[in-house]
């Protein structure tokens, strides 16, 4: 069973950075790949990018590009989402979604507020 | 500049059919943009219910099933019951500009 654990919630001011980790278990981590998705509150689904697992190849919302950058270390089964320059507009819940192509499994969600 | 589309809402009575749709803006829905679908409730994490078109997601109730029909992806919800009263996403893969793209949901209510 695919399992995924998000770290915890974080307060952040205005312009710093936020790294959001999505710890894998129950399945062979370099299959397929890991996406990030994010809810603003009140708000829709945002895709944010996606990570192939086994090349580590990456690809991110235009809108993001700049700001988004996802990594993955593969001997602690843990991929990583950071979000830099960070404004309000960021305050969301922050999620990692295991995939066969289309986000399947996923985690607990990580509240980011941004506030000054 | 919406370039997935679902209706904002919808109602359907306890036990009865509902079709939830998802478009583009532009073109046609294929299997080649692997349609997905998603359920959640206030405070949740969403749930798939369907992905790639029509693999129901596990543990997932047959009385939700995914199609294409006409230039649309669609979610099908047969025997409607009350805790099926939540938001609905769906999302596309629109290639390797755009890669995903989620729909702005759609709000089911059961009554």
């Known amino acids: 069973q695919v399992q995924l654990v998000q770290s915890g919630a974080e307060v952040k001011k205005p312009g710093a950075s936020v790294k959001v980790s999505c710890k894998a278990s129950?399945?062979?981590?370099?299959?397929?790949?890991m996406h990030w998705v994010r809810q603003a509150p009140g708000q829709g689904l945002e895709w944010m990018g996606v990570i192939n697992l086994s090349r580590g190849s990456t690809s991110y919302a235009q809108r993001l590009q700049g700001r988004v950058t996802v990594t993955r270390d593969t001997s602690t089964r843990t991929v990583y989402l950071e979000l830099s320059s960070l404004r309000s507009e960021d305050t969301a819940v922050y999620y990692c979604s295991y995939s066969l192509g289309a986000p399947v499994w996923w985690g607990q969600g990580t509240l980011v507020t941004v506030s000054s | 500049q919406t370039v997935v589309t679902q209706e904002p809402s919808f109602s359907v009575s306890p036990g009865g059919t509902v079709t939830l749709t998802c478009g583009l803006r532009s073109g046609s829905v294929s299997t080649s943009n692997y349609p997905s679908w998603y359920q959640q409730t206030p405070g949740q994490a969403p749930r798939t219910l369907i992905y790639?078109?029509?693999t129901r997601s596990s543990g997932v109730p047959d009385r939700f099933s995914g199609s294409i029909l006409g230039n649309k992806a669609a979610l099908t919800i047969t025997g409607a019951q009350a805790d099926d009263e939540s938001d609905y996403y769906c999302v596309m893969y629109m290639g390797s500009v755009l890669h995903w793209v989620f729909g702005g949901g759609t709000k089911l209510t059961v009554l």
């Open positions: 790639n078109t029509t």
């Open positions: 129950g399945y062979t981590f370099t299959n397929y790949y």
